[in-house]
């Protein structure tokens, strides 16, 4: 998994606080967004040329993380 820990970035004044990529206003939500709308790494890449593959895959290594500690404090 990636380490995103130096990618994603939390500011109360950007984009309502939610997590983004490098302080930029892509939040991990878009990149979510994209993929799950069947764009590849790839095409999400092309449109964003400020965007790496490690920020997509960081992105995906956050959800996950905060999908995993969800499921541990509802059990």
Do not use: H
């Amino acid at each position: 998994m990636t380490d995103y820990k130096q990618i994603i970035t939390i500011e109360p004044g950007k984009r309502g606080g939610k997590p983004c990529i490098r302080g930029m206003r892509i939040t991990v939500s878009d990149i979510l967004g994209w993929l799950a709308s069947g764009m590849t790494v790839q095409e999400i890449l092309a449109d964003f040329d400020e965007l790496t593959e490690t920020d997509i895959y960081a992105a995906l290594s956050y959800a996950a993380d905060r999908e995993n500690r969800i499921y541990q404090v509802s059990q």
